[in-house]
């Protein structure tokens, strides 16, 4: 059995808004084992975006806790918060989030840069590594402009795996991406998994989650189902059934 | 190694955005560079002021005889005749302030050699003068004491009186000359220098023994003036103290009655003078402190929109991992960066407008020391200054919603 990384009890957020107490996360308990693929599906106003920032470590919960690779997140300060990111966590945005204007392998390298146990040699070298893997070691020293949607996020992808985190974590990773596109993307994310990478993948489209291992499904704050997918769809498969583009 | 990396970040934001940077540069470089040629020109200007005045003889104190009224006219100094050489004598003995002194009597003719003639000054002193006025003898020597006792007829010319009445070229030292058909032998020819700063031809001078031209030329027994120099410039008002002190004696001065004589020092002239360039010199640093204000609010400006537009950059870099520390160090890099670069490209070409302003304008400039320091010192706090309140706001962002920001 392998171990949990993230292990989430009797999660709690609210907000204050002006006099009123808005209860995003109501009572949410969950763990996310090693290796697992998870898509967190939920409409909006479900706490979908709530539970992405504490699981990223970018919030706090209100109450309950929050264990990520055995570290209890709460009480953390915001420097403490920012070392669990940089260490544990890498992060997909829907708009790729890549700075304009800098090559690919330098987006890569970003979260190194941050990480002063990493010498100038070893970031060069796993940031070319990481982007080899997302298949675009041909395209070290290309610009976000220069590259389509799809390889930008191959590029944030990279950027991601590049400091070994415990999790990625994505957050409407194929919002921006058209259906071949997006097929690529989750084969690629498949393929990462496969290797042993745990992902968890926030989205709002159903026909994502039947790629993934595992769906938990949000609703007014609390987790509405919780189920393990036995018949997990290949994205390579489904990729390969889309009517041939004539282009 | 942290640091070193933020350095890097740092540098790769402002490659990034070179016009933007170039632009917000251009602020620090012309307060910077203005306050460079500015100072300069103010310490040059004062400089050129003070060396002319030392050429002078800046420890010089002159003696003239007071203006009287005769009949409710007010008379001309020249011709009071109240300055004698017991007058000198007195001073000479008494003034422990003064390192040399002469008397001086002084009067116009005609210098004649041959058919040559020009029309010139004759001043009459003793050997001390040279030390007085600070001038070399370019050939030849000074008269001696011996000579002035005598009433030598021996005589010193200057340079502008050699090219007139020796057109030649011929070496004037032991040639006879006529000053008001007295003959004269030269015996030295005076150092050139040139105009003073009325524009007086200093060169335009014979110099004798003060008996001679007192007996032969100007048939008085008067002094015109007593030049003196102080042992030193700080010394130079005691010394117009006690030079006063010693000629009310010597007049017999009642308490009530003013001087009837004048002592001037060239301390006066200096002091006048500086003080004109010292207020120069202040208007100059306000209006160039305004330019260097206005790059540094250059600074703020540009780094406080740079925050704005990159706060979905920032998030981002906080999302993998950046701390608020992180992002300050960043910002506040990049605007000290800016600030030093804008600098020294700066301190460049105020320097190089110096030059072009003392080779092409011939004002005389003099770069301090101290105004390259006092603007780089300035530029580099007010890159910190300028740019940490930016560089705040942009730590204590909240990575949430930079990241939404749009």
């Given at each position: 059995?392998?171990?949990?990384?993230?292990?989430?009890?009797?999660?709690?957020?609210?907000?204050?808004?002006?006099?009123?107490?808005?209860h995003a996360l109501r009572g949410i308990s969950f763990d996310i084992k090693e290796g697992e693929f998870v898509t967190i599906m939920g409409s909006s106003g479900s706490?979908?975006?709530?539970?992405?920032?504490?699981?990223?470590?970018?919030?706090?919960?209100?109450?309950?806790?929050?264990?990520?690779?055995?570290?209890?997140?709460?009480?953390?300060?915001?420097?403490?918060?920012?070392?669990i990111r940089n260490e544990k966590i890498g992060f997909i945005f829907q708009s790729y989030n890549l700075l304009a204007r800098t090559s690919a392998i330098e987006n890569v390298e970003l979260p190194l840069l941050y990480n002063s146990k990493v010498s100038t040699e070893e970031r060069r070298k796993r940031a070319i590594e990481a982007l080899e893997k997302v298949?675009?070691?041909?395209?070290?020293?290309?610009?976000?402009?220069?590259?389509?949607?799809?390889?930008?996020?191959?590029?944030?992808?990279?950027?991601?795996?590049?400091?070994?985190?415990?999790?990625?974590?994505?957050d409407e990773a194929t919002g921006n991406l058209d259906t071949r596109t997006s097929y690529e993307i989750m084969s690629l994310f498949q393929e990462l998994n496969k290797q042993g990478i745990t992902i968890t993948f926030v989205t709002h489209e159903p026909d994502i989650a039947t790629f993934s291992s595992r769906t938990i499904v949000l609703k007014d704050g609390e987790v509405m189902q919780d189920y393990n997918n036995h018949n997990v769809q290949s994205a390579a498969n489904e990729l390969a059934k889309l009517p041939k583009q004539d282009d | 190694m942290r640091l070193l990396n933020l350095f890097k970040i740092a540098t790769k934001a402002i490659v990034l955005n070179k016009t933007r940077t170039l632009l917000t540069m251009l602020g620090i470089i012309i307060g910077v560079a203005s306050v460079i040629a500015m100072l300069a020109i103010g310490e040059g200007s004062k400089e050129s002021i003070r060396t002319t005045i030392s050429a002078m003889g800046s420890n010089m104190i002159t003696v003239k005889a007071g203006a009287?009224?005769?009949?409710?006219?007010?008379?001309?100094?020249?011709?009071?005749?109240?300055?004698?050489?017991?007058?000198?004598?007195?001073?000479?003995k008494q003034a422990t302030l003064l390192s040399y002194s002469t008397p001086v009597v002084e009067g116009k003719g005609q210098v004649i050699n041959g058919s040559n003639n020009w029309p010139s000054s004759i001043y009459g002193v003793n050997p001390e003068y040279l030390n007085i006025k600070v001038v070399d003898l370019q050939s030849g020597?000074?008269?001696?004491?011996?000579?002035?006792?005598?009433?030598?007829?021996?005589?010193?010319?200057?340079?502008?009186?050699?090219?007139?009445?020796?057109?030649?070229?011929?070496?004037?030292?032991?040639?006879?000359?006529?000053?008001?058909?007295?003959?004269?032998?030269?015996?030295?020819v005076l150092e050139e220098k040139g105009e003073n700063t009325f524009g007086q031809d200093q060169d335009?001078?014979?110099?004798?023994?003060?008996?001679?031209?007192?007996?032969?030329?100007?048939?008085?027994?008067?002094?015109?003036?007593?030049?003196?120099?102080?042992?030193?410039?700080?010394?130079?008002?005691?010394?117009?103290?006690?030079?006063?002190?010693?000629?009310?004696?010597?007049?017999?001065?009642?308490?009530?009655?003013?001087?009837?004589?004048?002592v001037r020092s060239m301390e006066e002239l200096i002091s006048t003078f500086s003080s004109t360039s010292e207020m120069l010199t202040i208007l100059l640093v306000a209006v160039a402190s305004i330019s260097l204000l206005i790059g540094?609010?250059?600074?703020?400006?540009?780094?406080?929109?740079?925050?704005?537009?990159?706060?979905?950059?920032?998030?981002?870099?906080?999302?993998?991992?950046?701390?608020?520390?992180?992002?300050?160090?960043?910002?506040?890099?990049?605007?000290?960066?800016?600030?030093?670069?804008?600098?020294?490209?700066?301190?460049?070409?105020?320097?190089?407008?110096?030059?072009?302003?003392?080779?092409?304008?011939?004002?005389?400039?003099?770069?301090a020391l101290y105004s390259i320091v006092i603007s780089f010192a300035v530029c580099a706090v007010t890159g910190i200054f300028f740019g940490w309140y930016p560089a705040r706001k942009a730590s204590a962002l909240d990575p949430i919603t930079a990241l939404r920001y749009e």
């Open positions: 059995m392998s171990k949990a990384i993230i292990k989430i009890e009797d999660l709690k957020r609210e907000f204050t808004m002006g006099t009123e107490t808005v706490g979908k975006s709530t539970m992405l920032n504490i699981l990223g470590c970018l919030d706090q919960p209100t109450s309950g806790t929050y264990e990520i690779d055995g570290v209890r997140v709460k009480d953390l300060s915001r420097n403490e918060l920012a070392t298949g675009l070691g041909e395209r070290l020293h290309h610009t976000p402009s220069q590259l389509s949607g799809g390889q930008q996020q191959r590029v944030a992808i990279a950027r991601s795996l590049v400091n070994n985190p415990v999790m990625i974590l994505a | 009287d009224t005769r009949g409710g006219v007010r008379q001309e100094a020249s011709v009071m005749e109240s300055l004698t050489l017991s007058d000198y004598k007195a001073i000479k020597s000074m008269f001696t004491d011996a000579e002035v006792q005598t009433a030598a007829k021996v005589a010193l010319i200057g340079q502008t009186v050699v090219d007139n009445v020796f057109p030649d070229g011929e070496e004037p030292v032991g040639q006879m000359i006529r000053f008001n058909n007295i003959p004269f032998k030269v015996i030295g335009d001078v014979v110099i004798a023994p003060y008996t001679t031209v007192q007996k032969r030329i100007l048939a008085i027994t008067h002094l015109n003036q007593i030049m003196a120099s102080a042992v030193s410039e700080e010394e130079a008002p005691n010394a117009v103290l006690e030079v006063s002190q010693i000629l009310r004696e010597q007049h017999k001065l009642m308490d009530t009655e003013d001087d009837d004589f004048h540094g609010i250059g600074i703020m400006n540009i780094m406080y929109v740079s925050v704005k537009e990159r706060t979905k950059e920032i998030g981002l870099r906080m999302a993998v991992g950046a701390k608020g520390a992180d992002i300050l160090m960043q910002f506040l890099i990049e605007a000290i960066l800016i600030s030093i670069t804008g600098g020294v490209l700066g301190v460049i070409l105020g320097l190089g407008a110096t030059v072009f302003i003392e080779k092409f304008l011939n004002w005389p400039t003099s770069v």
